[in-house]
């Protein structure tokens, strides 16, 4: 009991004792030129939440060789609930075309409009229906480093093979700051850092990439900036997947890009596959841009959600804020179907034009 006691007072002393200022010392501060102090950083002492028996426990090196990787959208129940039935289709679709990996409560899969219950729940059920044929990365990124450390923890404990996480958005942080956000979740598992300023507000600059990729948990950047900054990471060896559908065919064959993390792959995932995987392909790539642009006309995930009820593959269930596209657009993505072929898109039911009242806009769920 005495040793406890003594080490208690030693480390009270050690942690807070603070030196007392003298009249020197104070002169020294009143006249000389005041400096910030070092952060006082404390030691993460927290081990994170590994296991040796997580199912399917992958290594960053093999979530690097992935070339098509889908954000994969998440259906819903008319009271706003996940659809499973309707999602394990979608996923089934995705693997049966070739899919290698896909984003699982990411920007498209509306992870943003999720709870943090929901959303570890739909990792481990991805993980346990489709964990042995297709990668499962789970966004568990957060702008409040203590909910993406949480959250990281529990899609491995549920057995994602890699976290996707995103830098702190709105309550923006500086350069050093980033770093080390992300360093505290990257002990945990392989990762993909997620750089996407139109959305965060903030960019993470290469030098930040540079120093965090030091970790050997570190399998890549999702980088939407563009094809200039792709090429300067991938010259230095630096795994990339576009997070541009519309510039994903020139990163991967003009300038060094592993693949896509597509929304695009969706719809049309054999399509997208034969653009990753079957060479440049300039005519296939001019094929796909009516669909593309449409796509992102209004901010993903509104064009998807519109598109995959049109094809009777989800029901037309929208969590608010997100409304469906306008009846001109509707109409219009019945035509690309045409003109790419009904055969080339997910689903088995003709396309058709959804009036306004057939979609159901739910703001409590």
Not at 159 to 176: C, D, F, R, V
Not at 229 to 252: L, P
Request: hydrophobic share 40%; glycine share 10%.
């Amino acid at each position: 009991m005495s040793s406890l006691k003594s080490y208690g007072a030693s480390l009270r002393d050690a942690t807070f004792q603070l030196p007392r200022l003298t009249g020197a010392n104070n002169n020294k501060r009143r006249n000389g030129r005041w400096r910030s102090p070092e952060a006082a950083i404390i030691p993460n002492f927290h081990l994170p939440m590994r296991s040796l028996e997580v199912k399917n426990r992958t290594s960053a090196e093999e979530i690097k060789s992935l070339r098509l990787i889908t954000a994969v959208k998440t259906p819903y129940l008319p009271d706003g609930r996940f659809d499973l039935e309707a999602y394990d289709a979608l996923m089934n679709m995705q693997i049966m075309n070739g899919v290698e990996g896909v984003i699982v409560g990411g920007t498209t899969g509306e992870g943003h409009l999720m709870s943090w219950d929901e959303h570890i729940m739909l990792i481990g059920h991805t993980v346990n229906c489709f964990g042995g044929s297709i990668k499962v990365i789970g966004n568990t990124g957060s702008n409040s480093t203590r909910e993406a450390i949480h959250a990281t923890e529990q899609g491995f404990a549920v057995g994602m093979h890699a976290a996707l996480h995103i830098n702190p958005y709105y309550g923006k942080t500086s350069l050093e700051g980033l770093v080390s956000h992300f360093e505290a979740v990257l002990s945990m598992g392989p990762t993909i850092v997620y750089n996407v300023p139109s959305r965060t507000g903030q960019d993470i600059p290469p030098s930040v990439i540079h120093t965090v990729s030091q970790s050997a948990n570190m399998a890549g950047v999702k980088e939407c900036v563009g094809n200039d900054r792709i090429k300067e990471y991938t010259d230095e060896g630096v795994v990339v997947w576009s997070g541009n559908d519309d510039q994903c065919h020139d990163a991967r064959w003009g300038y060094g890009a592993t693949g896509v993390i597509s929304v695009t792959s969706n719809l049309v995932p054999g399509l997208m596959r034969e653009l990753m995987f079957g060479g440049k392909n300039t005519c296939l790539n001019k094929k796909l841009m009516p669909l593309i642009e449409w796509l992102f006309r209004e901010p993903n995930p509104i064009g998807l959600n519109t598109a995959l009820a049109q094809l009777g593959v989800v029901r037309p269930i929208f969590r608010l804020p997100y409304v469906p596209l306008s009846l001109a657009k509707r109409v219009e993505f019945v035509e690309i179907v045409k003109q790419l072929g009904r055969e080339n898109f997910v689903g088995e039911r003709d396309v058709q034009v959804l009036d306004d009242d057939e979609f159901i806009l739910v703001g409590r769920y």
